[in-house]
């Protein structure tokens, strides 16, 4: 039976974890154990939930309970379920609520890079790309466009960040990833063990087109893209096989690299 409570302490310990706006604060939140995140929109619950995250409560806007949420309420069982007005939960989350529900859920243990990539053909490498905006575009584009991986070295920001998800669309339960112990840039060096070969998205004078079919017939095929701006740190653009760009036309040099991840992720996937 669902566990629906209407809200009537703000101060209540319980909702702490949607007031909660550091969200470094809710990654070491059962510390030494895996931290929790705030999975937000029905689409993305489910999402979640069908990933095998593990609800801890749910936060409802009073007309979804019987409405967008009610097949998620349905499925999480004794799980509290706390609700109000838009007012009230504006007053707790700080924001306006515009898709009506927000669910607190425990992260899973992530796998070992080598062991996520272990049968992947191609996999998206993130180099210290912070954006979480950025982080969850090319998450939703690694998912749609036959990206069988990511995998992120330790600077990047968190996938599953609040804004991350929600960009994502929930994609980023659905694409496996995980963190290279390897810092920029020996983690080329690692790629290459588990029989990568290594493609940096860069300008440089010997660049060569994603359209390229030495690229494309790369049996295994790493792409590997940099923080907005800065781009790849120069020693890893050397240290990998191919160093690849987008045609650019009307003197446009680059594109930012969640829209990069997209070009290069469908021309270079499983499709």
């Known amino acids: 039976m669902p566990d629906i409570i209407r809200i009537t302490d703000l101060d209540d310990k319980q909702l702490l974890p949607y007031r909660t706006t550091a969200e470094v604060q809710l990654l070491r939140w059962n510390e030494p154990d895996e931290g929790i995140f705030i999975a937000e929109s029905p689409k993305v619950i489910r999402r979640a939930l069908d990933a095998g995250y593990e609800p801890m409560s749910l936060l409802v806007l009073d007309k979804y309970v019987t409405g967008q949420a009610a097949d998620i309420i349905a499925r999480v069982g004794g799980v509290p379920v706390y609700t109000s007005d838009e007012q009230t939960l504006c007053a707790i989350t700080g924001f306006r609520l515009t898709q009506g529900v927000l669910c607190a859920m425990r992260r899973k243990k992530l796998t070992a890079a080598a062991d996520l990539i272990k049968n992947a053909r191609r996999i998206a490498v993130l180099e210290d790309i912070m954006n979480q905006t950025n982080i969850g575009a090319v998450f939703r584009s690694a998912a749609a ?37 390897e ?59 191919y160093t690849i760009k987008i045609p650019m036309s009307h003197g446009v040099d680059s594109l930012n690299v969640a829209a990069a991840s997209a070009v290069a992720f469908w021309e270079l996937g499983n499709n």
């Open 145 to 181: 466009l036959g990206i069988d991986a990511v995998l992120l070295t330790k600077a990047c920001s968190d996938p599953l960040y609040r804004r991350s998800v929600r960009v994502s669309m929930g994609t980023v339960f659905q694409v496996p990833w995980g963190y290279m112990d």
């Open 183 to 241: 810092p920029a840039p020996g983690y080329v060096g690692f790629l290459r063990s588990q029989g990568f070969c290594t493609a940096a998205m860069a300008l440089r004078h010997d660049t060569v087109s994603i359209r390229d079919e030495r690229v494309k017939s790369e049996e295994r095929l790493a792409v590997i893209l940099g923080t907005e701006g800065e781009g790849l740190r120069e020693e890893t653009i050397l240290s990998c096989d």
